[in-house]
């Protein structure tokens, strides 16, 4: 524990490692203090900036040495307050933003070596500019850092056919929590020296180690890609349309959002500009893109022989290909105007989960049923990556009723949706991680063993127990 | 420490749970206790054939108990040695091959659910008769065990398009070292809840708990296959061909292999009935192979167009396309035939090693060369998974020199070798492991901070240092 002294000269060593001016106190951390969602405020003694690796490490140790929590930040763009410190005013904020060369990049090998702060956007760009393809894509893109992505191993919009952050990266460079650099920068494809640290640092959320830098894969650029909007009767038809998708386009298929018609209908009232090009009245819609590494042709011939078949399988009702990257552009707003939507709209009770997509419309049907039952009047505004099995469950209250009634019954209503999750072999954490809002649900809902096992795997990797205390494990 | 007493008592119990026919003493363990190149002989206390994932448990709790220790095996066919006990005589050798059922198979979720003790060909026509692809592929799949495929976090030719075993499974189940159940058999592509597990125990040899089953991925069968052996003058033009082939094939690359001509001439000598069916004179060949997702004539034309291209280009001399299912087996057979002509040849130093592929035609020439000023007349019968930078950099005695002397430099030579694989930032165990045999390389090559978290894990995940000791960390 800090003593108030040891507070100023540690403040006065984090200034030496990192430069005054890169050492925030009072007010200026202000910022760095709040978490996305604004669920969860906390305090610092600092938030500290610093531009290299060895800064990290050195930073690590002196909190190490001051017994001061150390909480590493990125963009701050997570969902489940993950890089917010508690309320004790103790910790030390990591904020990794300067950390932001692109260090090299090798065509060859199709391999990108990036620093923790760069930006999602950036990365994807200096991809782009070597005539390649960074495929980890999703909202928060453009504020994102790199390093909170492997941190929380991020999902998105391209994970059907490109993986998660894990499946991207292929080495890391990471500050132990004992104030260690490991180089494991290493840019193979394959590599069986020794338990896989990698994997174990991705998605630990800060709470093992700090990712300092990271050997990410490229990827082909699509020649052409196609996007449809595609409208159905059920949740069952969206699954046979993913299984015909899958088998007909293979690697090529690259998108598959389902949007409930709940969830489209508050972005029609929210944002009026925006429109769904079918006919009225279908309760789902998929989206659909696949991207093609021959010829626009090729592209449009596959994709429509595909939309056809389904309407002739019953499958789907009604569709439309975009005929424009303008269209196509419309059809991604509409995905990602939901979460606006849903806040404006009201109070939301959000679930980030997976189950296997041969269960998925069971689950829907006969949760939504259970809700209704219990919770007369709340409405399922579910959408989601239909393509991995995971959906964002998300149950608004009912309309015209005041939200501190549906303030009063989330938790309940949340642990009946996560029981259903459990009932169905799924996950109630499928891409946002647990940071610091989940800790409770993962106790209950995980397998003691299992629950053991990362416990064991936390006293080993951050012996102090000052890597972002309280995150993942309580 | 068991005491003899203790021994007997085990021994009662080990056959009171997994039936007294699959507890194997004295000779009848002797199939057991040599690993598949021969180079390691242990002794056992017994070879255990447990038939469910509570009877492993079982086990392991009265190994605990007795202080024996468990060397978990499957098919026995890995080249390190990491599943023959040491010779103390002391150990249970727990073998998976009873465990074969192939649990359950959900087409619309893509995934198969497998015990560990199926055989890898067994999981290939599982997937098969359901009209999927389960891709894993190597040499030994006819009698190698799923489970040590996923314990030793194997490779094999299809790992450029669809990664090693460890990127084809989604869940495990895991006897752990302390003998408890986890049963992380989620069939979920996405899971965000808590640290990756499933990656630790993939790839750690048998040393953190005996994996027995597991939720592996299905893919689309591919609707044609093409296959091609190219000639060509030096290992730069094999990179060339590399990423000209991943940037017109894409996804549908799915073999890309090394063979000097060293390596071909070899099989050439000791199996007079193969061919290769290109004219003589080339120093390196590839074999070349696409899978297409939607006919046999896209499957031709892309094939021919990219092999007309790289010869345009310079970067193939020569090539042969097979024109039948015949001819493709044959090329791939050549390739297959290698490792046993270097076995009729003569002494042979092997290395499984890994380098970024821009800087292997760098490592070839200049570690060949570095050789041939030190042990003038090795041959270096390189040959590997040029696409995933893995190669077998395996170096053959002089022609017409006694074993022995070569033997006796065997140490000296590797050391060059992998010091080599070092200065290149490769890596020294691509696919094989550790194992027995390169825990002192191990312990050289890597860094220390590495290896340090290496050894925090073993001791948090096996504190007892019963399961497979010995393995991976000394």
């Given at each position: 524990m800090t003593t108030p002294t040891g507070q100023v000269v540690l403040l006065g060593r984090l200034r030496e490692i990192a430069g005054p001016a890169h050492v925030l106190t009072e007010q200026a951390c202000a910022p760095y203090l709040t978490d996305w969602r604004k669920l969860v405020t906390g305090r610092a003694l600092a938030v500290v900036r610093p531009a290299t690796t060895e800064q990290v490490r050195d930073v690590?140790?002196?909190c190490l040495e001051h017994g001061a929590p150390v909480v590493p930040q990125g963009g701050n763009t997570g969902q489940v307050a993950g890089a917010t410190p508690d309320d004790t005013g103790r910790a030390v904020v990591v904020q990794m933003g300067r950390m932001k060369r692109i260090r090299s990049i090798d065509i060859e090998n199709d391999t990108l070596v990036v620093e923790a702060g760069c930006v999602l956007q950036e990365v994807q760009e200096a991809a782009g500019a070597a005539g390649r393809l960074?495929?980890?894509?999703?909202?928060?893109?453009g504020s994102c850092l790199i390093g909170g992505n492997l941190a929380t191993?991020?999902?998105g919009t391209q994970v059907l056919r490109y993986g998660n952050a894990r499946e991207l990266t292929l080495g890391?460079?990471?500050?132990?929590a004992d104030g260690e650099i490991w180089n494991g920068l290493r840019a193979l494809r394959k590599d069986n020296t020794g338990y896989?640290?990698?994997d174990l640092y991705i998605g630990s959320e800060g709470t093992l180690g700090i990712i300092t830098a990271a050997t990410l894969k490229l990827f082909p650029l699509p020649v052409a890609q196609r996007t449809a909007l595609a409208a159905m009767g059920g949740v069952e038809q969206a699954v046979a349309l993913l299984t015909r998708a899958r088998s007909v386009l293979g690697a090529d298929l690259t998108g598959f959002e389902l949007m409930s018609s709940v969830a489209?209908?508050?972005?029609?009232?929210?944002?009026?500009?925006?429109?769904?090009?079918?006919?009225?009245?279908?309760?789902?819609?998929?989206?659909l893109e696949s991207s093609d590494s021959e010829s626009a042709e090729r592209a449009a011939s596959r994709f429509e022989a595909l939309l056809a078949a389904a309407f002739e399988a019953g499958e789907i009702q009604d569709?439309?290909?975009?005929e424009s990257v303008a269209q196509s552009r419309a059809m991604w707003h509409l995905r990602e105007s939901i979460t606006l939507a849903l806040a404006a709209e009201g109070k939301c009770a959000k679930h980030d989960i997976s189950i296997a997509t041969s269960r998925i419309p069971g689950f829907v049907t006969s949760?939504?049923?259970?809700?209704?039952q219990r919770f007369a009047g709340v409405r399922s505004a579910t959408f989601g990556h239909l393509g991995d099995g995971n959906l964002h469950y998300n149950i608004l209250q009912p309309s015209g009723t005041p939200a501190t009634t549906f303030v009063e019954v989330q938790n309940e209503l949340s642990r009946l949706v996560h029981n259903a999750v459990r009932d169905h072999a799924g996950s109630i954490s499928a891409e946002q991680g647990i940071g610091g809002l989940r800790t409770a649900d993962l106790q209950r809902y995980e397998d003691p063993v299992k629950l053991d096992l990362l416990r064991r795997i936390k006293r080993a990797l951050d012996p102090a127990g000052l890597m972002n205390p309280g995150k993942v494990l309580p």
């Open positions: 690590v140790r002196a960074f495929p980890l894509s999703l909202g928060a893109e191993n991020a999902g890391l460079e990471v500050v132990t896989d640290l990698r489209t209908d508050l972005v029609l009232r929210h944002y009026p500009d925006q429109r769904v090009p079918l006919r009225a009245g279908a309760p789902w819609f998929v989206l569709a439309a290909i975009a949760t939504d049923a259970l809700l209704q």
